[in-house]
C-alpha cells in the first residue's frame, strides 16, 4: 500500500495538470496588470502577443478626472498618462515575466515621455494592485538596475487606481491600421532608441 501511494498521488497530479489545461477559458482564474509607457499604440501592440496574455486594453489612469477622454488626456490637465491594462493567464506567464517584458518597451530613464512622444501623459510607470505585484515589480526593477543602462532610472512602481478604457478607435490599432502605425513607429524612432538601450 505505501509503494503505491506516491504511484496514485502523480497519478492525482498529472490528472489536476491536465484537467487545468483542458479548461475553458472563462473557467481559468485570470488576472491583470498595468503598465504606461508613452504611447498606448506601442504598449498594447508589444504586449498582447505575448502567449498567456488573453487581451490588452489601451486607456488612461493615474489622474484625477473621471471617464476621461482623449482629447482631455492631452490637454495634459488631468493626471492621466496612456497606459495598457493587460488581462493574463497566470498559468501561462507571471507577473515578474510581463515586467520584465515590459522594460525591453520602454526607456526607464526617459523623464519626459517616450521617444517623440512627449509631456506627462506619455510618462512611464508600473500600477501594481497587489503586495506580490510590488514585490515583482520591485525585484524586477532591481534586476535591470544595474548600472549598466545610461542613465538613471525614473519608472515609477505606483499604487493601481481607476483605469479608464481609451475610445475604440484606439484598441488594436496597429493590427488594424498597420501602415500608420508602422510610419508613426518608424518616424517616432522608438525602435531605434530601444536597440541602442537594449540591443536588437
Known amino acids: 500500500m505505501t509503494q503505491k501511494r506516491p504511484l496514485l498521488i502523480a497519478a492525482a497530479l498529472a490528472a489536476a495538470c491536465l484537467s487545468l489545461a483542458a479548461a475553458p477559458l ?15 499604440w506601442t504598449m498594447e501592440h508589444g504586449l498582447e502577443t505575448l502567449p498567456g496574455v488573453v487581451k490588452a486594453v489601451s486607456g488612461f489612469t493615474g489622474g484625477h478626472v473621471a471617464n476621461p477622454s482623449y482629447a482631455d488626456v492631452t490637454t495634459e490637465t488631468t493626471g492621466h498618462v496612456e497606459a495598457v491594462e493587460v488581462t ?21 530613464t526617459d523623464d519626459g515621455g517616450q521617444a517623440c512622444d512627449r509631456g506627462p501623459s506619455y510618462h512611464s510607470a508600473i500600477f501594481v494592485a497587489s503586495p506580490e505585484q510590488k514585490r515583482d515589480a520591485m525585484a524586477s ?24 478604457p481609451a475610445e475604440g ?29 537594449w540591443g536588437q
Not at 501561462?92 to 515586467?99: C, D, F, G, K, N
Not at 478607435?169 to 538601450?197: K, M, T
Request: glycine fraction near 8%; include cysteine.
Open 141 to 164: 526593477l532591481a534586476a535591470i538596475n544595474t548600472g549598466k543602462l545610461k542613465g538613471h532610472i525614473v519608472t515609477p512602481i505606483r499604487a493601481a487606481v481607476t483605469f479608464w
Open 88 to 108: 493574463y493567464d497566470p498559468s501561462q506567464i507571471s507577473y515578474r515575466q510581463l515586467v520584465d517584458h515590459y522594460w525591453r518597451l520602454i526607456d526607464p
Open 169 to 197: 478607435y484606439h484598441q488594436h490599432f496597429a493590427e488594424r491600421n498597420p501602415a500608420r502605425y508602422g510610419l508613426y513607429r518608424v518616424g517616432c524612432g522608438r525602435d531605434r532608441i530601444l536597440a541602442s538601450i
Open 26 to 40: 472563462g473557467q481559468r482564474k485570470l488576472e491583470t496588470a498595468i503598465f504606461a509607457g508613452g504611447c498606448f
